[in-house]
C-alpha cells in the first residue's frame, strides 16, 4: 500500500505522481523499476521506472503515459489516495562510473527513466550531451530538469513545433560524427526509437544502452513474459535488464512480443479517448 | 476408465458400508483386500472443462470409513516413514473408520499444518501409498489405501464443521525470525517456529500469499479458499505477513538480520527462472512458460475474462510441452479457457511422465490428447510474429540413460508438422538469481541452487533455506519436509 504524496500533469496524457515508499527510495538506484496494481484482486501488474526519488522524504516519483486500462485508473488517483500494489526496485540498476562523454536520448515518456540516469552519471563526473524530443510541443516532459543536469542541450519535436524540427537520430548521429566520438549512448523511449537510435550510433561503433519497458506480470524472473532476444540468447527484462546493449536486441521480436494482446487494445484505445473527454470537460 | 457419478458412488459406498460395519471386528486381512477402493467422487469430466470449480468433489462420510476399513493398520507402518512429515497414518485412518473425525484430524495435525493442501496435491502414489501392504496385495500402488483422499476429508470435514483449532503458542520469546516466501516451506517453518513463541515475520513478493499454491496449481485442484484458510490459522498464531515485499530488492537480506533484529532467516523463494527447449521460434507471440500462462490464469485472475484487467492469450489449438503435474495444469487450465484442441507432447512414454497419474487420467477424460514419443523441433511464426504451427519430431526409446529411464531417440527424417496457435513450455525451471544476485556470500551449486547442509542451514550463519530454491522443482510436500527441518534447526539455534 502506497499513498500518492503529489499528482502533476505534465502534458496531455502524462502524469507525474510522489508515491510514499520509503523502503524503495532507500534502496532505489538509477534504471531500476516498480511494478504497480490499482486493485489487488482483478487488477494488472504494469512496470513503471522510477524517475526520482527522496531518501529524506522516503519518496519516489513515477511518470506514466496513460496508454491503457491501467494507467487511465491510475489517472483517475488523486493526492492522499492509496495504491494497493507497490512493489521495488526491482531489475539491475545502471552500471554507473565516469566514461567520459555520454549521450543521452530521451523520447516521449523516456525522458522520465532517462532522468535518474544522468543524474547519476553527471554526479560521477561525466560531460553530458542530452538530446530529449516528442511528436510535439506538447508532448516534452522535463526539460527544465533534463536541461539543468546538461553540458549540451537539443530538444527536438517531430513537427518542429518546438526547438529542432527533427528526429532524435539526427542530432544523435551528429554526436556520433565528432571528434572524439561519445564514450557512451543511452536511448530511452518508444520501441522503434530506440530500434533506430542503435542503428544510427552502430556504424560509429559507439556502446548503446537501451531500457527496455516489456510485458511483465511477477518481475522477479518467475514468468518469462519480459524476455527479448539478446545476441540471440533469451534475457528476462525483469532479472537480466532492464538495460541491454542496443545493437544486440531484437527490436522487431521485442515490438511484435509487446503486441500480443493486441486484439484487446481497442478497449485500452476506448480508455485513451474517455481521459482525453475527460480532460477537455474539464478544460484542461 | 468410464466416470461414475457422485451420486453412483456415494450410493454403492452406502450399500458396502451397510454391510460391512455390523461385522466390521470381524473382518480379516484377505477380507479387507475384498473391499474396493473408494473411487475419488469428480465433476463430469466434459462439465468440469468449462469450469474452474474443483475436479475432485471429496469422500462422503460412508466412501471414508469404507476406505478406512481397508486399512490393515500394519505394525511395521511402511507408510509412516515414506511421508515427509511422518504423519501417524494407521491412526488417524483407525478414528476415520470409528467416525471420530475431530480425533482423526489432531492426529494429523500433530505433525502436518497443512493437511487440505496436503490431501489434495501430495503425490502419495510415491510416498506413503508406495508400500502400502493392500497395495502390494493388489499388485498396484493406485490400489492402496487411498491416504490422501481420507487426509482431504478429515480435513475438509473440520474446515466444514467451522472445527479448525489454532495451534497453541508459547510465550513470547521476543526473538525473531524472517521467512522470504509464504509457499508450502515457508508456512511451515512460520507454523514450527512461531509454536515456540518467536516473532515470524513472512515477507511475500506477490501481492497474495500462498506461492505456487496460489500462482501455480490451478482452482480447480486446489481451491484459493483452502489455501486462504491455511494461511488464516498462521495469522490467528500471530503470524505477521508483509506482501508486495522482494527481500534482496526492497530489503537486503543482510539489512534483515543486521538492522531491522532478525535473529535467523529462511528462504524460500520458491522456482525460479521459467526453462525454454532453446529452440526457433520460441519468443513468437504466443509463446509461454506454464508458469506464466498460469500466474496470468489463477493469481491475475484471468479466466475471468469479464472483469480481469489482466489479458491471457485466446487460443483454439494448444501444444504443451512437458510431462509433469505443471503441464497437465497448464493444459487443463488451457481447455478451461476456451481452448478447442489442447495436446500434451512428451518425447518419452506415458510411464516416464513425472505427472501424478491422476493428474493424467483427469486430463486425458477431459478430452487432453497425448503426443507420446514426440517432441517439438521449431516453432513456425506467421508474418506478424505469431505462432502458426509447430514441427515436430517423433521418437523411439532406447537404452536407459542416467536417470535410470529409457532414453528417447529420434527417429530420422519424421518431421511432421501439429497445427497449433499456443505453445506452453512446461519443461521446469531454474534456480531464481535474485537472492545470490543480492547476498553474494550464500553459496549456490552451478544450477544456482542454494546450497544447504541436513539442517538446511546456507553457508551463512543464521541463514536456512528450503523448497524449490534448494530442491530444484519438486513437490509441495518436499517442501514441507525442508521446511520441518529448517524450523527445527532455527528453534535449536534460537534455544541456544
Not at chain 1, 533469451?234 to 544486440?248: I, L, N, R, S
Not at chain 2, 504423519?87 to 482423526?104: L, T
Not at chain 2, 464443521?161 to 525470525?177: A, D, S
Request: hydrophobic letters at 40%; charged letters at 25%.
Amino acid at each position: 500500500m502506497s499513498k500518492i504524496l503529489l499528482k502533476k500533469q505534465l502534458s496531455k496524457d502524462v502524469f507525474l505522481m510522489k508515491l510514499d515508499a520509503p523502503l524503495i527510495a532507500e534502496e532505489r538506484k538509477a534504471g531500476q523499476f516498480i511494478i504497480l496494481q490499482i486493485d489487488d484482486d482483478y487488477g494488472e501488474r504494469i512496470p513503471l521506472t522510477i524517475a526520482d526519488g527522496s531518501k529524506e522524504e522516503g519518496s519516489i516519483t513515477i511518470i506514466f503515459q496513460v496508454v491503457g486500462k491501467t494507467t487511465h485508473n491510475l489517472a483517475k488517483l488523486n493526492e492522499g489516495d492509496d495504491i494497493p500494489t507497490l512493489v521495488g526496485p526491482l531489475g539491475l540498476p545502471t552500471h554507473i562510473e565516469n566514461f567520459g562523454t555520454v549521450v543521452c536520448v530521451g523520447g516521449g515518456i523516456g525522458v522520465a527513466p532517462l532522468h535518474p540516469i544522468v543524474q547519476a552519471l553527471k554526479e560521477a563526473g561525466n560531460k553530458i550531451i542530452t538530446i530529449i524530443g516528442a511528436r510535439t510541443k506538447e508532448l516534452l516532459i522535463l526539460e527544465d530538469e533534463m536541461k539543468a543536469l546538461a553540458d549540451e542541450f537539443i530538444v527536438c519535436t517531430d513537427d518542429g513545433s518546438y526547438g529542432r524540427k527533427a528526429l532524435v537520430t539526427e542530432p544523435l548521429k551528429e554526436a556520433c560524427e565528432r571528434n572524439p566520438k561519445p564514450d557512451l549512448a543511452i536511448a530511452i523511449g518508444p520501441p522503434v526509437m530506440m530500434k533506430f537510435c542503435s542503428k544510427t550510433t552502430e556504424p560509429y561503433n559507439v556502446h548503446t544502452l537501451v531500457s527496455l519497458n516489456t510485458i511483465m506480470v511477477d518481475g522477479t524472473g518467475m514468468c518469462g513474459g519480459c524476455r527479448v532476444n539478446v545476441g540471440g540468447e533469451a534475457k528476462f527484462v525483469c532479472v537480466d535488464g532492464p538495460e541491454f546493449d542496443g545493437h544486440k536486441v531484437d527490436f522487431d521480436n521485442m515490438m511484435a512480443r509487446l503486441n500480443s494482446y493486441k486484439d484487446l487494445e481497442t478497449k485500452a484505445h476506448k480508455c485513451q479517448l474517455d481521459i482525453e473527454f475527460e480532460l477537455k470537460k474539464e478544460g484542461k | 476408465m468410464t466416470h461414475h457419478t457422485p451420486e453412483e458412488l456415494a450410493r454403492q459406498a452406502k450399500i458396502l458400508y451397510e454391510e460391512l460395519f455390523p461385522k466390521r471386528d470381524e473382518l480379516k486381512p484377505k477380507d479387507k483386500l475384498q473391499i474396493p477402493q473408494q473411487e475419488m467422487p469428480a465433476q463430469d469430466p466434459i462439465e468440469r472443462g468449462k469450469n474452474l470449480d474443483e475436479v475432485a468433489i471429496g469422500y462422503t462420510e460412508e466412501q471414508a470409513r469404507v476406505e478406512a476399513l481397508r486399512c490393515l493398520n500394519c505394525p511395521k507402518k511402511q507408510c509412516v516413514d515414506d511421508c515427509p512429515v511422518r504423519i501417524d497414518i494407521p491412526r488417524f485412518i483407525k478414528h476415520i473408520a470409528d467416525g471420530k473425525f475431530q480425533e482423526a484430524i489432531n492426529t494429523i495435525k500433530e505433525t502436518s499444518l497443512l493437511p487440505a493442501i496436503c490431501g489434495r496435491v501430495c503425490p502419495q502414489e510415491v510416498q506413503c501409498m508406495a508400500h502400502c501392504t493392500i497395495g502390494k496385495g493388489l499388485k498396484d500402488v493406485e490400489k492402496s489405501v487411498a491416504i490422501g483422499r481420507l487426509e482431504r476429508f478429515v480435513a475438509d470435514w473440520e474446515r466444514k464443521n467451522g472445527q479448525i483449532q489454532t495451534p497453541p503458542v508459547k510465550p513470547e520469546t521476543g526473538k525473531k525470525v524472517a521467512i522470504v516466501g509464504s509457499g508450502p516451506a515457508g508456512l511451515v517453518v512460520a507454523a514450527d517456529v512461531r509454536r515456540e513463541g518467536h516473532h515470524v515475520t513472512i515477507f511475500e513478493a506477490f501481492h497474495k500469499l500462498g506461492g505456487v499454491m496460489r500462482y501455480g496449481i490451478p482452482e480447480f485442484r486446489l481451491p484459493n479458499e483452502i489455501v486462504d484458510e491455511e494461511i488464516n490459522t498462521l495469522k490467528k498464531m500471530g503470524v505477521e505477513f508483509k506482501t508486495n515485499f522482494v527481500v534482496g530488492r526492497t530489503r537486503k537480506l543482510t539489512d534483515l538480520m543486521e538492522k531491522d533484529g532478525y535473529s535467523a532467516v529462511f528462504v524460500a523463494t520458491g522456482a525460479g527462472l521459467p526453462m525454454f527447449m532453446n529452440i526457433e521460434g520460441e519468443n513468437l507471440v504466443g509463446v509461454f512458460s506454464a508458469n506464466e500462462y498460469l500466474t496470468r490464469a489463477n493469481l491475475m485472475r484471468a479466466f475471468d475474462r469479464e472483469n480481469a484487467d489482466t489479458p491471457i492469450y485466446k487460443s483454439k489449438n494448444v501444444a504443451v510441452l512437458g510431462g509433469g503435474n505443471v503441464a497437465m495444469d497448464a493444459a487443463r487450465m488451457s481447455l478451461r479457457l476456451g481452448a478447442e484442441k489442447v495436446y500434451i507432447v512428451y518425447r518419452r512414454t506415458e510411464r516416464e511422465m513425472p505427472a501424478r497419474v491422476e493428474e493424467v487420467q483427469h486430463a486425458k477424460e477431459e478430452g487432453i490428447e497425448f503426443l507420446l514419443l514426440q517432441n517439438a523441433k521449431k516453432i513456425i511464426g506467421d508474418e506478424n510474429g505469431r505462432v502458426k504451427g509447430m514441427e515436430c519430431l517423433r521418437y523411439e526409446l532406447g537404452e536407459p540413460d542416467a536417470s535410470g529411464r529409457r532414453r528417447p531417440v529420434v527417429i530420422p527424417n519424421s518431421e511432421f508438422i501439429l497445427d497449433v496457435d499456443t505453445v506452453i513450455v512446461a519443461i521446469g525451471n531454474g534456480s531464481n538469481p535474485l537472492i545470490s544476485q543480492t547476498t553474494p556470500d550464500i553459496q549456490v551449486n552451478k544450477w544456482g541452487n542454494i546450497i544447504v547442509d541436513e539442517t538446511q542451514k546456507t553457508s551463512v550463519d543464521g541463514i536456512y533455506a528450503g523448497g524449490d530454491i534448494v530442491l530444484g522443482a519438486a513437490t509441495v510436500i518436499l517442501a514441507m519436509g525442508e521446511g520441518r527441518r529448517a524450523a527445527a534447526a532455527i528453534n535449536k539455534q534460537l534455544a541456544g
